[in-house]
């Protein structure tokens, strides 16, 4: 009779461990699609804000590349003098001078 109890208790703890086992499985497979839907809407996110970020990366490398040249330009006579007669701080006739 003891056998027979043991042998009913150990196939209620089998039948108990698949029951939990298969409600794991089931809430790890129904939580998957949620999961994969929010990492990719968050990988979409990402590539947007990398194509904006490329874009301002473009701007400010033609900007700067502007800037250099316009900085070369300023380190000759004619271009400080030019500078000088745009901001107004030289008439149109009268003689710049630079000293270094």
Same mark, same amino acid.
């Given at each position: 009779?003891?056998?027979? *109890?043991?042998?009913?208790?150990? $196939? =209620?703890l &089998?039948?108990?461990m698949r029951i939990v086992l298969s409600m794991v499985l089931a809430?790890?497979?129904g939580a998957l699609p949620v999961?994969?839907? *929010?990492?990719?809407?968050?990988? $979409? =996110?990402? &590539?947007?804000?990398?194509r904006s970020m490329k874009k301002l990366n473009q701007r400010l490398?033609?900007?700067l590349e502007d800037s250099?040249?316009?900085?070369?330009?300023?380190r000759t006579k004619a271009g400080m003098e030019r500078l000088m007669r745009e901001k107004g701080f030289a008439p149109e006739d009268s003689l710049v001078y630079q000293f270094e």
């Open positions: 009779m003891k056998l027979h *109890s043991s042998h009913l208790r150990n $196939r =209620k &089998r039948w108990l809430t790890v497979l999961y994969i839907n *929010s990492e990719l809407s968050e990988i $979409r =996110k990402m &590539r947007s804000e990398l490398f033609v900007d250099s040249v316009r900085l070369d330009t300023l």
